[in-house]
């Protein structure tokens, strides 16, 4: 194992280094015409501007042409140009510009012995101007390398050293242990606490590193994800005992610049000794248990065949969906949302309804909305279901309205992805003109929480949606991030309460006064307020009594493909109208 590890990890530890040997340097002399005497000297060192040498990262090149010897026979020479290229290389580093330190260096200047300029001084510059360019090059093209191998912000190997080490281990029947890691910290969080990833990585790396033994190594393997790769495993339990230790570790704040995180990481973890797939490889394996652990919230998973099942039936129903609608089979159904009777109006009404996504497949029973489209966009195909929505929901309308000749609206929800999609404002425009209805018959339902992400881009979309005519709904208001600034100002004329609050009306107090709450703040800021999930006549009475303007839930209907939607509205209009003629 030690000679593989020498020749895995031979490149880890080398730092570059620049050899310019005293024949380099006479070569590069010589193609410029020049002998070691005729750069003896004298030097004479004069200041840049002000403008050059406060405004560059040059510090170290600049104290060093301050110290220039005034003479140097050959040795010295060779030793002031190291140091010279040894100091640029670490101001480069730190971003100083390869054109201000070239100017830096018209300040050395190369003189006669009668204090007259050197016929030299021009062809000295010239061979200073190629080492640094050279200087600069190496080092650039050793980055590049390294890049390819290590993670720059780090220093730590990445994920392409980490599958050569397990794939020699693996050839040679070396028992090791994969542990992954991942901090389980988004954007948001780094946000929160005003850092950014790099000093969250290195951080965590410090503390990880403090933790693990010689026989085990680190790798950065992406954004917040590490990998721990312990050498000449003697038993499994040993990645468990690691990634306790860890947990334990991440359990004390880690300390940041001015602030500190309490960081919950998830674990994933296999061995060679449990590693009988054939399918998958070592590390795929470990990843199959990393994320088994980050969607089931599980903070250590180890790697078995169930897991690999488990996800090779999410693959399948993941391809079956995008199948399903690249072949047009995902559908639409509506819900009422019915009008509550007022002072005004002796019965309920209904002129809208919310457009929801069903999909129905012999195979895959069952399979909710929030499944189908949460794959849709983690498969990329996002921009493709939104236009598709939205041209089906501009198509109901006109269908609805020709069917029943009566102004009708329909709901449609939004995603977070659909609120920062600058070209949404138009794709909405566009459809609207193709079924010729209007544009306030187009309902866009959002939740507080879709604004998170970039309200300020969010908001700019919404208010060009608004533009067009199209109202906005507020869905699930009462259970996220409720701000009355943002109830009050954006254009929300709809506010939908959660069901969660609506369904335990009649049993409990609390959702009651909520409920109550809810409506009276809406009314007082001028909005339309529908209750979700009503399915008693007691639940709708409260409501009424409530002064809720309208309702939706399986009291008046589930959910229903377009044609049994036109039959159930006739039916409901008809009914009303009966009972209005009964009683005039």
Known sequence: MKKLQEEIYSSIDHEFTLNISPNDLLNIMQAYELSPNDLAGPYHYTSPTAAVSFNVNAVGLIQLLQQWPRQLNWSQLNQAIDELLHHWLQDYKTGAKLGDALILCQSIKLHTEDAT?????????????????????????????????????????????????????????????????????????????????????????????????????LFHIGPNEFAIVIEDLHFPAQLNLIASELIHAFESSLPLVNNSLIVKPYFGGVTTFKHTSKVHSLYE???????????????????????????????????????????????????????????????????????????????WVGISPMRLIDTIYKKGFGKIFIRWLINTACQRIAEIIATHQNSFALTVNLSSPDLLDADLPELIAQSIALWDIPAKSLVIEITESDLLLDEKKAMSVINRISQLGCSFALDDFGTGYSSMTRLRNMPISLVKIDQSFVKQIEQSPQDREIVLSIIQLAHSLGKTVVAEGVEELSCLNILMEMQCDKIQGYY???????????IWLSNFQNQHALLTRRHE
Not at 330 to 346: F, M, T
């Open 556 to 566: 008046y209907s589930k959910s229903m493909s377009l044609n049994d939607f036109n």
């Open 117 to 217: 300029l050197s016929r030299y001084d021009h062809q000295f510059h010239l061979v200073l101007t190629h080492l640094l360019a050279l200087a600069t090059n190496e080092f650039d093209q050793y980055r590049y390398n390294y890049s390819k191998s290590f993670d720059l912000t780090t220093g730590l190997p990445n994920h392409q050293l980490m599958l050569k080490l397990i794939k020699k281990a693996e050839a040679e029947h070396i028992n090791l242990g994969l542990l992954l890691l991942n901090l389980n910290i988004n954007a948001d969080k780094e946000r929160k606490i005003n850092t950014n990833q790099s000093t969250l990585e290195l951080a965590a790396v410090d503390l990880i590193q403090q933790h693990l033994s010689k026989d085990t190594r």
């Open 285 to 363: 394996c470990a990843k199959l248990a990393l994320h088994h652990a980050m969607i089931n919230h599980y903070q250590i998973e180890m790697y078995d065949q169930h897991i690999t099942s488990v996800f090779s039936s999410t693959h399948s129903l993941e391809e079956a969906i995008i199948e399903a609608l690249q072949n047009n089979e995902l559908e639409v159904y509506l819900q009422p949302i019915v009008s509550l009777p007022k002072h005004d109006a002796a019965y309920a009404t209904c002129v809208s309804a919310e457009m929801l996504l069903r999909w129905h497949n012999a195979e």
